[in-house]
């Protein structure tokens, strides 16, 4: 299992709500090392810790081990402005050593431009008709603990995790065509910029395809799918998903480094 890359981006995290999967975000990042790690939007719930959310020392940690990254593998981190962190609006863009807050950014890597944002600013209703976009935060967020329920039960039947709200979205038409029209216009405005591609969050659904000749990469989130996009340094691009991730592995790998480091220091 590579555990090393050149650069992993996450999104859509929502620290500061009941939904947030802040222990599995935090392990993963105890998984891997990358040169830069991108947050790309809604990693803090600013709406919900307006109104029924909070903060939990759990939270506190995912930030704790991203200034580790930061600081023992000298990790650059990118947090670019999602529509739930929109209080980062008041001190953007900010440079302070590894750290880098922007609205979005252009990557380029092995030859090629892409172009990352959250994804909201292309989001109509989110952008022009906010009350709206709040009304529909409602209505998932009833949704999330609706599921919570419904896995509760499966869990306790030896069923594995089964996400309701990803299911409406597949099978309610206007959803899936909201997606489909969003993921081609990120890819006209990546074109419109001269990039080879785009990054983006925001609607919950991972995805890594080609779209008119566009690459279109979406993070997917830590709410539902819990995925992340990583690329090696080849500059391959695949997307990880924390229920996939094997930790037995990962902890026989350094069972077998430390047996092996112990056993060079004996001969010597």
């Known amino acids: 299992m590579e555990t090393n890359f050149k650069t992993i981006v996450i999104s859509d995290v929502h620290l500061g709500t009941k939904g947030a999967k802040a222990k599995e975000v935090l392990r993963f990042l105890k998984q891997y090392r990358c040169q830069n790690l991108i947050l790309n939007g809604d990693i803090i719930d600013g709406w919900q810790l307006k109104k029924s959310g909070s903060w939990k020392r759990k939270h506190t940690r995912v930030f704790n081990r991203i200034l580790k990254m930061m600081d023992t593998d000298c990790t650059k981190v990118f947090y670019l402005r999602g529509n739930h962190d929109d209080f980062l609006d008041q001190v953007l863009p900010l440079e302070i050593g590894n750290l880098s807050i922007r609205k979005d950014m252009i ?20 952008s022009n008709l906010r009350w709206i976009a709040y009304i529909g935060d409602m209505g998932y967020t009833f949704l ?15 069923l594995p995790y089964y996400s309701l709200s990803q299911y409406i979205k597949s099978k309610v038409k206007s959803a899936v065509s909201y997606i489909d029209d969003y993921e081609k216009e990120l890819t006209k405005i990546a074109k419109a910029r001269g990039c080879d591609g785009i990054i983006c969050g925001h609607i919950h659904k991972a995805e890594l395809r080609e779209i008119d000749g566009i690459s279109y990469f979406n993070s997917g989130d830590w709410v539902e799918s819990l995925s992340a996009l990583a690329e090696d340094h080849c500059g391959n691009w695949q997307l990880i998903y924390y229920n996939e991730m094997d930790f037995k592995e990962k902890r026989d790998n350094v069972v077998r480094m430390q047996n092996q480091s112990s056993h060079a220091v004996q001969i010597s």
Do not use: C, M, P, Q
């Open 144 to 158: 999330l603990w609706l599921n919570a329920r419904v896995n509760h039960f499966r869990r306790k039947k030896g």
């Open 107 to 126: 990557y380029e890597s092995h030859g090629k431009r892409y172009f990352v944002a959250h994804g909201d600013i292309f989001d109509s209703i989110t």
